[in-house]
């Protein structure tokens, strides 16, 4: 059971990217999934999740309007960044959470992924 997620990478300011999470060993179906962020010396941030049922998504009030969340298949989550700021790079973690409702915390979820680098240039 693990989560694998990839696509981060080097940006100039004003871009995009899109990340991506596969799931293995389990399907996300009634799991709720996320993506958190994190940069040295700092706690793990909320970045996005979807509810279990999938029929919300939630954001980071710094990244609304700029990031999208989906969950493509019953294997796979994106989370969609555009309009990259400088203060949107860090290290960013897929997640799951079985039928877990309190969202913004990372403690609600139970399989992580690894983690890839999103780097943004000013």
């Known amino acids: 059971v693990q989560l694998q997620a990839s696509g981060g990478g080097l940006v100039q300011t004003g871009g995009s990217l899109t990340l991506s999470c596969a799931a293995s060993?389990?399907?996300?179906?009634?799991?709720?999934i996320g993506w958190f962020r994190q940069v040295p010396g700092k706690e793990r941030e909320f970045v996005a999740a979807?509810?279990?049922?999938?029929?919300?998504s939630f954001y980071e009030r710094a990244v609304e309007g700029r990031f999208t969340i989906s969950r493509t298949n019953a294997k796979t989550m994106t989370l969609q960044m555009d309009s990259l700021k400088p203060e949107d790079a860090a290290v960013y973690f897929c997640?799951?959470?079985?039928?877990?409702?309190?969202?913004?915390?990372?403690?609600?979820?139970?399989?992580w992924g690894q983690g890839t680098q999103v780097t943004v240039s000013s």
């Open positions: 997640t799951a959470g079985w039928r877990t409702s309190w969202l913004r915390s990372w403690t609600s979820y139970d399989c």
């Open positions: 979807i509810e279990w049922s999938g029929k919300s």
């Open positions: 060993g389990f399907t996300l179906d009634d799991h709720a």
